[in-house]
């Protein structure tokens, strides 16, 4: 079964940290391309964080720069997105997703045919 289940999210305070974590199953995501997407209502997919296969490439968006790092223990078949500094902006349901055919990094949604459920991040002020 090919699956991920994101976990980690919820409620923090505006400068608060938060640790999000990709469970996938099988070792067939354990060099796999992986990425962290998040989205509003009404709003576009979009990018925040990717890691290749190795766990040595990594890429981010522009507005999680300095605050955010992507990282991945391919023992636990898990990648992690810790967020620091966190801004009311960064609230959104933050997906996990992963290319299990593929190990260099992606910014590109249509990249990553498998994807996790969702976690809620909510940063108050």
């Known amino acids: 079964q090919v699956q991920l289940v994101e976990s980690g999210g919820g409620l923090v305070q505006t400068g608060g940290s938060l640790r999000l974590s990709c469970a996938a199953s099988g070792r067939t995501f354990s060099s796999a391309s992986m990425g962290w997407f998040r989205q509003t209502p009404g709003n576009e997919r979009e990018f925040v964080a990717a890691i290749s296969g190795s766990g040595s490439g990594t890429s981010y968006a522009d507005s999680v720069k300095g605050r955010f790092t992507i990282s991945r223990d391919n023992a636990k078949i898990t990648v992690y997105l810790q967020m620091n500094m966190l801004k009311a902006e960064d609230t959104a349901v933050y997906y996990c997703?992963?290319?299990?055919?593929?190990?260099?990094?992606?910014?590109?949604?249509?990249?990553?045919?498998?994807w996790g459920q969702g976690t809620q991040v909510t940063v108050s002020s």
């Open positions: 997703a992963g290319n299990p055919n593929r190990r260099t990094t992606s910014t590109a949604s249509t990249y990553y045919p498998y």
